[in-house]
């Protein structure tokens, strides 16, 4: 049995597996994030980012492919985490109480993620693999739409819901926990988590009900 295998094989290496691709993918998300603000400063400052993101094909190419290995490794962990956690059900109620300190984010962890699944697949199929007409016209005409906005503004929710609770969960699987500074961790994840899910949210919004957006 190979490294990664013995890793999956432990509860623990699971978690360690999950915290480590689960910072990854919000480093990413971050990173999306930092780029896609130049969209508040206009068109042209928007199309001049999409234009450098073209320069950088091939680099994009093999960050992709690197992002996709990661992601079905969460995935995959993820599930084998759930199903782990479904057969220990019975345990798990038998000790459970109003003081379990279980958050919504916690509570709808699997769910989240599963809806996170289903809007990158929609994201992509609509913005990545499709160039008919540039970035900013496809933004601006697919989120206009009041069904598409919705649906960006639900799954941007559950982005929030996932991330807040994910990236203290990460930690605590990587052992930076301390009674000292749990609280403040745990709080500066929410925090981070409602700062990324509310610039995200700006854009289905702008695009929903300011007619000039990105004109």
């Known amino acids: 049995m190979g490294w990664l295998g013995r890793t999956l094989n432990s509860s623990i290496g699971k978690k360690t597996v999950m915290a480590v691709t689960g910072l990854s993918l919000g480093l990413f998300v971050a990173a999306h994030l930092a780029g896609l603000t130049s969209i508040f400063r206009g068109r042209v400052a928007f199309a001049a980012y999409a234009d450098r993101l073209h320069d950088l094909a091939l680099l994009l190419r093999l960050g992709e492919i690197f992002l996709l290995v990661v992601f ?5 962990v993820g599930l084998l985490l759930f199903l782990e956690n479904r057969r220990a059900k019975p345990i798990r109620y038998a000790v459970r109480n109003s003081a379990s300190g279980q958050t ?4 709808t962890m699997p769910y989240t993620g599963l809806c996170l699944l289903l809007f990158l ?9 499709n160039d008919y007409a540039p970035i900013d016209v ?3 005409e697919s989120l206009a739409q009041p069904a598409t906005g919705t649906f960006y503004l639900i799954a941007l929710l559950a982005l929030g819901l996932h991330l807040s609770h994910g990236l203290w969960s990460s930690l605590q699987s990587l052992g ?5 500074y749990d609280q403040f961790l745990e ?6 988590s409602v700062f990324i899910t509310t610039l995200f949210s700006l854009i289905p919004i702008l695009a929903l009900f300011w007619p000039g957006f990105l004109g």
């Open 138 to 140: 496809l933004l601006r």
């Open 187 to 192: 709080s500066g994840g929410v925090g981070i």
């Open 72 to 76: 079905l490794l969460h995935i995959t």
């Open 121 to 129: 697949g929609y994201h992509l199929a609509s913005f990545s693999l």
């Open 104 to 107: 919504w984010g916690s509570q």
């Open 176 to 180: 930076l926990s301390h009674p000292k």
